[in-house]
């Protein structure tokens, strides 16, 4: 079978990747040309554990394709992904002119049936936008092509991608019509030999089904992050709380851990979005509305306790930062609570030293040289009046805290994702503070 994705970011280079894994010819079409030649020379521009060697394996062996144009490769595909960006417009609705170009363009070249599938997160309703998009280009050439839309939303985690992407949960794939599902059926059968997961919809209930997941996901932390808060005032320890609640077979255990809040590509975006879909639609969204305020308070939690701690008394202070990416395993830094979190200490007079293992080049390119780089999580907090930990990469979870203890110049540490022993490090002589207890 052959395929093209259009779109190579996050999305779009898994999974035409993972595609081409499993044996499929895979053609990854981007208008970047400079993105598209990096690619072809094996310059991967994302980072994703072993997606490198994946991409450069499958594109010696033949199944991996870069192009910047679409018509290239149309006439051979039977499948085209979508994998486009839907950035929030400035009122929090995705902006969908990228989509919609796709569209055009497919409709403008199509000779045979072939299906448009849309990969990226879209609202409710985008498929019929498409679809009218594609009709009308079709009317404008005086042909009829036959083609079926779909909607196959991507449920990938960064740092996880490729295992979540050939070992799905489940496969959500929205159709109109039966050789559509037969030919998603196919293409997705070598993922699912043992375990057939793919679950058919129409095509309005599997756009909604990515929002309202990750909506749930993110509701799951900002309230277990409200819960956290009101621990620490009323004197109970939400680390006790999350695993009695979470024990509850209703309610589980996953997503169930309080921090600095969540930041990503994913869930700070389709939260707005939805939001927006709901006002369009006459309704309010008043949980998720409440999800987002939390949200955003919490990206404040660390600073607040920083200034508590000096009665705020910041200025001049050196602030030591372990963690710039959303989440470990990625360089990811969209939404990400360290950028609200350098922004506070600068404008109190801090002076911010940084370090995490990938992200210190996107950190650079987001910021410049507005902070300083440390050299390793070490030199980080030579000097530092205080050691904020903001993502828990693997790496920070046993520092050497004799070493740090000698070179900071106060023992304080604010533990964002609660990944310390508290005795130990007061053992030790820090003053430790963290979330919810």
């Known amino acids: 079978m052959k395929i093209a994705i259009v779109g190579t970011g996050y999305v779009g280079l898994v999974s035409g990747t993972c595609f081409a894994e499993m044996g499929v010819d895979v053609t990854c079409v981007d208008v970047d040309k400079k993105k598209i030649e990096g690619l072809k020379q094996g310059v991967v521009p994302i980072y994703e554990p072993g997606l490198d060697e994946m991409v450069l394996r499958n594109q010696r062996e033949g199944r991996l394709h870069f192009t910047t144009d679409l018509t290239e490769c149309l006439d051979d595909v039977e499948i085209v992904f979508s994998a486009v960006g839907t950035p929030p417009d400035e009122d929090g609705s995705a902006d969908l002119q990228y989509v919609l170009a796709v569209a055009r363009t497919f409709g403008q070249h199509i000779k045979k049936y072939t299906i448009l599938v849309t990969k990226s997160t879209v609202p409710v309703g985008t498929a019929k936008k498409v679809k009218v998009t594609i009709e009308e280009e079709l009317a404008r050439r005086g042909v009829q092509v036959p083609f079926d839309v779909a909607s196959n939303p991507e449920f990938l985690k960064e740092g996880a991608a490729i295992k979540d992407f050939m070992s799905p949960d489940r496969v959500v794939v929205g159709v109109e019509s039966e050789q559509a599902r037969e030919m998603m059926s196919r293409l997705y059968r070598p993922f699912l030999l043992n375990n057939f997961r793919v679950i058919f919809t129409d095509i309005p209930s599997a756009e909604m089904i990515k929002y309202a997941a990750n909506s749930m996901l993110a509701t799951r932390i900002s309230f277990m992050n409200d819960i956290a808060n009101l621990c620490e005032l009323v004197g109970a320890d939400v680390n006790m709380v999350r695993k009695g609640i979470g024990s509850d077979s209703r309610i589980g255990s996953k997503f ?6 969540y930041g990503g590509s994913c869930f700070p975006k389709d939260v707005k979005a939805l939001i927006k879909t709901a006002e369009k639609a006459g309704y309010s969204m008043r949980v998720l509305q409440a999800v987002e305020e939390v949200n955003e308070a919490q990206k404040a939690i660390l600073y607040k306790k920083l200034s508590a701690y000096y009665d705020g008394a910041l200025q ?35 002076k911010v030293k940084v370090y995490d293992p990938v992200a210190m080049d996107e950190c650079r390119r987001r910021i410049g040289e507005s902070v300083e780089y440390a050299s390793d999580m070490y030199d980080a907090v030579l000097e530092a009046d205080a050691l904020l930990l903001l993502t828990e990469w693997k790496q920070f979870r046993l520092p ?10 106060t023992p304080l540490i604010i533990d964002g994702r609660n990944i310390y022993d508290a005795e130990e490090l007061k053992r030790l002589g820090f003053t430790y503070l963290c979330i919810g207890r």
């Open 256 to 261: 169930l851990y309080p921090g600095c809040g």
């Open 316 to 350: 001049g202070k050196k602030i030591a930062l372990w963690g710039l990416s959303f989440k470990p395993e990625t360089d990811d830094m969209r939404e990400a609570t360290s950028l609200v979190t350098i922004k506070l200490l600068q404008a109190a007079g801090c």
């Open 400 to 409: 050497s805290w004799g070493v740090i203890k000698k070179t900071m110049r």
